[in-house]
């Protein structure tokens, strides 16, 4: 069965630093990778995703991540984390592009000091 | 353009009791998949609707159940609530197109159900 890791459940960083979140995955097959961020009592907004091609990844608020494939890893990336990204942070795996069957990790919650 | 609209957004319900909440889905949209967030859980893919057919499901109970309608709007259904049905609730819509690169899946705000 299809797992995602996300081995830091809570993550400090002061604003104007960089920001590197860990996601692991098992999958059978090659997946789909997403990433999604929430806030409080909200719904998850998409901040990128991988299908194939480039495993470097570009997405909204200045996100990037990278796939690789050697390691399992699609960890996410930001150069200078501004005050407004602190959220909770899912990493998903998918067999489609729709949300339909996606196994998403515990999640990493994101504080920004200022 | 619109987005994915949950209503209501949040609800009370008695032990016993069941519960109908409804997803609209962005235009054009036919496919709608329902997930429950829960702090002990997280996030759990409950199914997928796909022009009003069931698609795909996960391992919920079949106190947990849904419908799509031909305007592509979803409802699930939880009867006999429990305690442990308290949770958000979220729905997504995606454009189904070929090629997966062009698909997205955006996410409603959701129900925020608690049972007592």
């Known amino acids: 069965a299809q797992s995602v890791t996300q081995p830091d459940i809570h993550i400090t960083v002061s604003e104007g630093a960089s920001l590197e979140l860990r996601c692991n995955y098992s999958?059978?097959?090659?997946?789909?990778l997403f990433w999604y961020v929430q806030s409080p009592g909200q719904g998850l907004q998409l901040l990128l995703k991988?299908?194939?091609?480039?495993?470097l990844v570009q997405g909204i608020k200045g996100f990037e991540a990278e796939f690789k494939r050697s390691q399992s890893s699609f960890n996410l990336r930001k150069p200078s984390v501004h005050w407004s990204d602190a959220a909770e942070y899912f990493c998903?795996?998918?067999?489609?592009?729709?949300?339909?069957?996606?196994?998403f990790g515990t999640g990493t919650r994101l504080q920004v000091t200022l | 353009k619109a987005g994915v609209t949950q209503t209501p957004r949040y609800l009370i319900k008695t032990r016993g009791q069941q519960v109908t909440l409804s997803c609209s889905p962005i235009?054009?949209?036919?496919?709608v998949s329902w997930y429950q967030q829960t702090p002990g859980q997280g996030l759990q893919f409950l199914f997928e609707?796909?022009?009003?057919?069931?698609?795909n499901k996960g391992n919920f109970p079949g106190r947990f159940s849904g419908r799509q309608f031909s305007n592509s709007r979803s409802e699930m259904n939880v009867s006999t609530l429990e305690l442990g049905d308290s949770a958000l609730y979220l729905c997504?819509?995606?454009?189904?197109?070929?090629?997966?690169?062009?698909?997205?899946?955006?996410f409603g705000q959701g129900t925020r159900l608690t049972v007592v």
């Open positions: 609707y796909f022009s009003e057919t069931q698609r």
């Open positions: 998903a795996v998918g067999l489609t592009g729709t949300a339909s069957k996606l196994t």
């Open positions: 997504a819509s995606s454009l189904v197109q070929q090629g997966w690169a062009n698909t997205e899946a955006f």
């Open positions: 999958y059978g097959a090659t997946p789909y």
């Open positions: 235009s054009g949209h036919r496919s």
């Open positions: 991988y299908f194939s091609g480039d495993t």
